[in-house]
């Protein structure tokens, strides 16, 4: 993603943050949608007493404070939601988030087939891997109010992303055996020998599946190569966006 969109998995945290002077027409715009989501919010949930702030909107969808806790909650790289959460993870997950809606708004344009339970199942259980226990998973997440329907609810949203990102970029990113020879001769063989080690091959197998140097380092380049293209993508989309920021987070 990851960067999981996880880019999730070993880049979703590295966007750089962004931020643009508000027109007077879309601050307009965005105080208006802030005072009547404000008033829907009030008279539905007063009774609950339940307070949420909203943070930002990202071509008329919100994002709340806690949609960032939630965010946090399900990413085992973060720290607990339970305890302070500082503003900069917050600023952090809020630029993700604004992100992973562009996303989702560009793949809801795309007729798609139904995710199904299974697909839900073996992410839920891949998400619950990535923690230390599933005690630890579920006491993340029930910090912070998330039930294993909204999980699932999430983790949906998490797919599509996911297959969108498939469709528009994995699919046609190529890694040439060029490219590969380059980076073992130029950054993987120079960094083995600095640590006063002998290069494996790139034929030589790494586990029992069979995986060898050679596989290793094309899906590197490949995944860089993904990430250059979805960070062009993301810079584009953005232009075009409609972005409002009510609030800091």
């Known amino acids: 993603m990851l960067r999981s969109l996880d880019r999730r998995s070993n880049g979703s945290d590295r966007f750089a943050w962004?931020?643009?002077?508000?027109?007077?027409?879309?601050?307009i715009r965005g105080v208006f949608a802030l005072a009547f989501l404000i008033v829907v919010m009030t008279s539905s949930l007063r009774a609950q007493e339940i307070v949420d702030?909203?943070?930002?909107?990202?071509?008329?969808e919100v994002v709340t404070r806690t949609d960032l806790l939630w965010s946090i909650a399900m990413d085992s790289r973060a720290p607990s939601p339970a305890g302070p959460v500082g503003p900069d993870l917050l600023r952090q997950k809020l630029d993700v988030?604004?992100?992973?809606?562009?996303?989702s708004q560009e793949a809801g344009r795309i007729p798609a087939s139904?995710?199904?339970?299974?697909?839900v199942d073996k992410k839920r259980a891949d998400l619950i891997k990535s923690f230390r226990s599933e005690a630890e998973f579920r006491q993340r997440v029930g910090?912070?109010?998330?039930?294993?329907?909204?999980?699932?609810?999430l983790i949906r949203q998490r797919i599509v992303i996911d297959r969108f990102v498939d469709f528009r970029f994995r699919s046609f990113v190529l890694v040439?055996?060029?490219?590969i020879q380059r980076y073992y001769d130029e950054t993987f063989a120079p960094e083995i020998r600095a640590k006063g080690q002998v290069p494996p091959p790139p034929e030589q197998k790494l586990d029992s599946a069979g995986t060898t140097v050679h596989d290793r380092i094309r899906?590197?380049?490949r995944v860089q190569k993904i990430n250059d293209e979805l960070d062009r993508y993301l810079t584009s989309l953005r232009q075009r966006a409609d972005v409002v920021q009510l609030a800091e987070p």
């Open 18 to 27: 962004m931020s643009e002077p508000v027109r007077p027409i879309r601050l």
């Open 114 to 119: 139904d995710i199904t339970q299974d697909e």
């Open 97 to 103: 988030m604004i992100d992973e809606r562009l996303i």
């Open 176 to 179: 040439t055996e060029q490219e």
């Open 219 to 221: 899906e590197l380049l």
């Open 143 to 153: 910090s912070v109010g998330l039930t294993p329907q909204r999980i699932d609810e």
């Open 53 to 60: 702030q909203i943070l930002t909107l990202v071509n008329d």
